[in-house]
């Protein structure tokens, strides 16, 4: 069946420094999701990307997503303390149910 | 902010019992899911439910697992012999346009 890798399982930070997370995915996606979970709760919408090669940004947050529509990545400058939690990658395939499958998370941790 | 609720937040039962999980999703939202997360790890969708039907359900999704819409606003995952194994954390999700879901915060099953 479909799967979705993401690594690195875990990232450990200095505050200030940047951090990348990377999802690949075993078969093409009509698109890919991004989402947060902080330590405890559920997780939270960030953002979806349905164009190959597509790029977008939120204040410090940079989403790509692959030419072959099968990878992307999320990339974190100058981490804060408030960055701290599990990002998931989410692949949505062809099918008109909104069915996701998730990559494993990568959980970061930002020192102070 | 329109909100997932979810009840109970937390729910001990013993093995072979049944219960049910209920979710309320956002009013004007037309498709609802439900997944699982066992503990530290990834979560996996279960099952999509649009025009009050199931539209796709995954091989966890097996006859010990059963959804319904019984009023037009609450949504349930019925568990009807729970097994140990199906201690998780889930989390009912919805959508108005099969991106960007709305996670509720989460109903805790622990079977004893």
Redesign the interface.
Known sequence: GQQVMQIPQYQHVQEGEDFTTYCNSSTTLSNIQWYKQRPGGHPVFLIQLVKSGEVKKQKRLTFQFGEAKKNSSLHITATQTTDVGTYFCAGGSSGNTGKLIFGQGTTLQVKP | EPEVTQTPSHQVTQMGQEVILRCVPISNHL?F?W?RQILG?????LV?F?NNEI??KSEIFDDQFSVERPDGSNFTLKIRSTKLEDSAMY?CAS?GQ?????????TRLTVV
């Open positions: 498709y899911y997944y790890q990834k979560v996996e969708f999509s649009y539209s796709e989390f959508t099969l991106y960007g879901y709305t996670f509720g915060s989460g």
